[in-house]
C-alpha cells in the first residue's frame, strides 16, 4: 500500500512536515534529500529522530495511507458544469464584455479593487449588498483554491506599488518556470538581509514557488458547491461554483448571495514559524490573521480581464484580508499536496495565476464594508 508521512501535532514548529518529504524544511533544519514518499525519505526521518534502539520513543510523525482514486469514488458530478451561456443556449451570456461602450460603463461591478480602508468606488452597485457574515453561515462552502502572483486587489500600505520582493533575476526564474505570467502588488515585508525571505525551497508539489515572493490566494464559495462530498472541490473552479443546479440563478439575480470568494495575501518565508497545515479550507482566520476585512461586490479576475475587457461573471461577494501576512513554503506545499488527492484534477491551479491590473473606480462598487 502506498504511504504518505504525516506529522503528528506535537508543537507548530515540528507539526505537519513529513507531507513535503524532500523539502528544506527551513534555514538551518536538515534537509531530507530523498524523493517524497520514498523508503529514503522515511528512513532519514527515522534517523533524525533518533529512534534506533529506541522503539518506545514517540515520534513526531505518523505514517498514513497515501491518497490514491478507488472505485468507490464515483464520476465527477461538477465536471462541465461551467456555465457558457445563459437559459438558451449559444447565446454567450457568460463571455466576456466590453467594460464600457462609449465611453459608458457597460458592465457591473467588476474585482480585484482597491480595499483599502475607506476606499469606495463610483459604480453603483444599487441594493446589492455583500455577504457580511463568514460564508460557512451564508450555507456557501469552497470549491477551490488558487493563488496568483502578486495581489490583484490593493491595500496602501500593506500591498501595493511600493511593494517588493526577490528582483528581477527571481522574476526571470519566475518566467521560465511558469510562462508569461503578469505580476500583481507586492507586500512589504520582503528582506533580502532576513536569510527567511532568502533561502530558497525544496518545493515537493508547488510549481514555480518562490520565497519572498507575494501571493494573493483566492477561496471560492459556493452554495451550489457539493459541500461535503468527493466532489467539493473543483478544478476549474467554475464548474464547482455551479455544480448543483437551480440555487444559482440570473432571474431573480441572487449570484452575490450565493457566491463569494475569499481573499488573503502572503509573502512565503522558509521559516516552520510561520507554518499553517490546512490552507485547503479557506482564510485563516485567527489573530490578525482575517481580523480586518473588506467585503464589497465584483466579479470573476484573471488576466482574461482587465479595464477595456471585463467579466460577466458578477455580482460576487469578495471578502478581501487588507493585510499581508508571512506564511512558511511548507504550508503551500501541504496545500499543493491536499490538492493532487482531490477527486477532481486540479493540476491547473498548483502554480501561481497571472494578475488582472487594478480596477477602475468607475468599475468597482460603491458597497465596500468593513467587517461584519
Given at each position: 500500500m502506498p504511504i504518505l508521512l504525516l506529522a503528528g501535532a506535537l508543537g507548530r514548529k515540528n507539526a505537519w512536515l513529513l507531507p513535503l518529504l524532500g523539502v528544506s524544511l527551513s534555514a538551518g533544519a536538515a534537509s531530507v534529500e530523498s524523493a517524497s514518499g520514498t523508503c529514503g525519505a522515511m528512513k532519514t526521518i527515522y534517523k533524525d529522530e533518533g529512534?534506533?534502539?529506541?522503539?518506545?520513543?514517540?515520534?513526531?510523525?505518523?505514517?498514513?495511507?497515501?491518497?490514491?482514486?478507488?472505485?468507490?469514488?464515483?464520476?465527477?458530478?461538477?465536471?462541465?458544469?461551467?456555465?457558457?451561456?445563459?437559459?438558451?443556449?449559444?447565446?454567450?451570456?457568460?463571455?466576456?464584455?466590453?467594460?464600457?461602450?462609449?465611453?459608458?460603463?457597460?458592465?457591473?461591478?467588476?474585482?480585484?479593487?482597491?480595499?483599502?480602508?475607506?476606499?469606495?468606488?463610483?459604480?453603483?452597485?444599487?441594493?446589492?449588498?455583500?455577504?457580511?457574515?463568514?460564508?460557512?453561515?451564508?450555507?456557501?462552502?469552497?470549491?477551490?483554491?488558487?493563488?496568483?502572483?502578486?495581489?490583484?486587489?490593493?491595500?496602501?500600505?500593506?500591498?501595493?506599488?511600493?511593494?517588493?520582493?526577490?528582483?528581477?533575476?527571481?522574476?526571470?526564474?519566475?518566467?521560465?518556470?511558469?510562462?508569461?505570467?503578469?505580476?500583481?502588488?507586492?507586500?512589504h515585508h520582503y528582506d533580502d538581509t532576513d536569510p527567511k525571505?532568502?533561502?530558497?525551497?525544496?518545493?515537493?508539489?508547488?510549481?514555480?514557488?518562490?520565497?519572498?515572493?507575494?501571493?494573493?490566494?483566492?477561496?471560492?464559495?459556493?452554495?451550489?458547491?457539493?459541500?461535503?462530498?468527493?466532489?467539493?472541490?473543483?478544478?476549474?473552479?467554475?464548474?464547482?461554483?455551479?455544480?448543483?443546479?437551480?440555487?444559482?440563478?440570473?432571474?431573480?439575480?441572487?449570484?452575490?448571495?450565493?457566491?463569494?470568494?475569499?481573499?488573503?495575501?502572503?509573502?512565503?518565508?522558509?521559516?516552520?514559524?510561520?507554518?499553517?497545515p490546512d490552507m485547503m479550507r479557506g482564510m485563516i482566520v485567527d489573530g490578525h490573521y482575517g481580523e480586518d476585512v473588506a467585503k464589497y461586490t465584483g466579479s470573476t479576475t484573471g488576466t482574461s480581464r482587465d479595464n477595456e475587457i471585463c467579466s460577466r461573471y458578477t455580482p460576487i461577494t469578495w471578502q478581501t484580508d487588507r493585510k499581508c501576512h508571512l506564511i512558511s513554503a511548507s504550508s503551500f506545499d501541504k496545500m499543493c499536496a491536499d490538492m493532487k488527492n482531490q477527486n477532481d484534477d486540479m493540476h491547473e491551479d498548483l502554480h501561481a495565476h497571472g494578475s488582472r491590473e487594478l480596477v477602475l473606480d468607475e468599475l468597482a462598487a460603491n458597497n465596500h464594508h468593513r467587517r461584519v
Open positions: 529512534c534506533c534502539g529506541k522503539p518506545d520513543q514517540e515520534m513526531k510523525h505518523v505514517v498514513v495511507p497515501k491518497a490514491t482514486h478507488p472505485d468507490i469514488w464515483a464520476n465527477n458530478i461538477c465536471d462541465g458544469k461551467k456555465p457558457l451561456d445563459a437559459a438558451t443556449p449559444g447565446d454567450g451570456y457568460f463571455n466576456n464584455v466590453d467594460c464600457m461602450i462609449n465611453n459608458v460603463v457597460a458592465a457591473l461591478e467588476q474585482a480585484g479593487a482597491n480595499v483599502t480602508q475607506g476606499y469606495q468606488g463610483t459604480l453603483d452597485a444599487g441594493d446589492r449588498v455583500p455577504i457580511l457574515t463568514p460564508y460557512w453561515e451564508a450555507g456557501l462552502c469552497p470549491v477551490n483554491v488558487h493563488w496568483h502572483l502578486g495581489t490583484e486587489h490593493y491595500s496602501k500600505g500593506e500591498y501595493d506599488e511600493g511593494g517588493h520582493g526577490p528582483g528581477p533575476g527571481h522574476d526571470r526564474r519566475q518566467r521560465r518556470l511558469a510562462g508569461s505570467v503578469r505580476m500583481g502588488f507586492q507586500c525571505f532568502t533561502t530558497e525551497y525544496k518545493w515537493q508539489h508547488c510549481i514555480g514557488m518562490h520565497v519572498g515572493e507575494t501571493y494573493e490566494v483566492h477561496w471560492p464559495h459556493s452554495a451550489a458547491g457539493a459541500c461535503g462530498t468527493p466532489h467539493q472541490y473543483q478544478t476549474p473552479f467554475y464548474d464547482g461554483v455551479f455544480c448543483r443546479d437551480g440555487i444559482v440563478t440570473l432571474d431573480p439575480l441572487n449570484t452575490f448571495e450565493k457566491i463569494g470568494v475569499q481573499s488573503q495575501i502572503y509573502t512565503i518565508v522558509n521559516d516552520e514559524d510561520y507554518y499553517y
